[in-house]
Nanobody, 124 residues
Framework: QVQLVESGGGLVQAGGSLRLSCSASGRTFSRYAMGWFRQAPGKEREFVATVTWSGGVTDYADSVRGRFTITRDNAKNTVYLQMNSLKPEDTAVYYC?????????????????WGQGTQVTVSS
């Protein structure tokens, strides 16, 4: 099992930056791909970014590609989401997720392990 705790959310003006962190417990962290998902008010939870167990391969939603960067440090059992050039439409609760998988048609399905979420609010 993996337990996940997010931090780093907050209020930022449009164009600003935030870095989210997700600390994981459990010895098997380095075996999992990790991902970030988000859920805005009144909307379904959506995929944001994912990174393979080694950190060597990443994927992003089109809406954040070029602005967000996902990285991980397996020695610290932590995955990060650097968010730059933030827009009001990035406002959401951001969730860390362990072991996401890709569907045959190319979209990402979350794994079974979630953090509690961290609020990101971008003001215009």
């Amino acid at each position: 099992q993996v337990q996940l705790v997010e931090s780093g959310g907050g209020l930022v003006q449009a164009g600003g930056s935030l870095r989210l962190s997700c600390s994981a417990s459990g010895r098997t962290f380095s075996r999992y791909a990790m991902g970030w998902f988000r859920q805005a008010p009144g909307k379904e939870r959506e995929f944001v970014a994912t990174v393979t167990w080694s950190g060597g391969v990443t994927d992003y939603a089109d809406s954040v590609r070029g602005r967000f960067t996902i990285t991980r440090d397996n020695a610290k059992n932590t995955v990060y989401l650097q968010m730059n050039s933030l827009k009001p439409e990035d406002t959401a609760v951001y969730y860390c997720n362990a072991d996401p998988s890709i569907r045959p048609w190319g979209s990402w399905s979350p794994g079974d392990y979630w953090g509690q979420g961290t609020q990101v609010t971008v003001s215009s």
